[in-house]
Nanobody, 122 residues
Framework: QVHLVESGGGLVQPGGSLRLSCAAS????????TGWFRQAPGKQRELVAR???????NYGESVLGRFTISRDSAKNIVYLQMNSLKPEDTAIYYC????????????????WGQGTQVTVSL
């Protein structure tokens, strides 16, 4: 089972920046699609950003141009750089990984982190 651990959330003022990190428990990036989702109170979980094993990225429309997803395969970490934050970005942010094929350590499947709170407020 792949374990994903998020960090970097917190309280930030509108217009500010945060960088979220998601550490995976093994080398999965060459065989997976990894990304970030978020869920605000009373709303459905939505895609924020995603990066494939071939480095193709896509973003939710509401964050396009403000957020950037990247990864460090050597460290097994995926990042989400969030700039120009708005109050409507307030949510719990979850790391997600879809392992497309088996690795020496893991079987294919979908995995979630426990989430990290991001609050954008004065």
């Amino acid at each position: 089972q792949v374990h994903l651990v998020e960090s970097g959330g917190g309280l930030v003022q509108p217009g500010g920046s945060l960088r979220l990190s998601c550490a995976a428990s093994g080398n999965i990036f060459s065989s997976s699609v990894t990304g970030w989702f978020r869920q605000a109170p009373g709303k459905q979980r939505e895609l924020v950003a995603r990066i494939t094993n071939h480095d193709y990225t896509n973003y939710g429309e509401s964050v396009l141009g403000r957020f950037t997803i990247s990864r460090d395969s050597a460290k097994n970490i995926v990042y989400l750089q969030m700039n120009s934050l708005k109050p409507e970005d307030t949510a719990i942010y979850y790391c997600n990984a879809v392992l497309l094929s088996a690795t020496p350590d893991f079987e294919p499947g979908e995995f979630w982190g426990q989430g990290t709170q991001v609050t954008v407020s004065l």
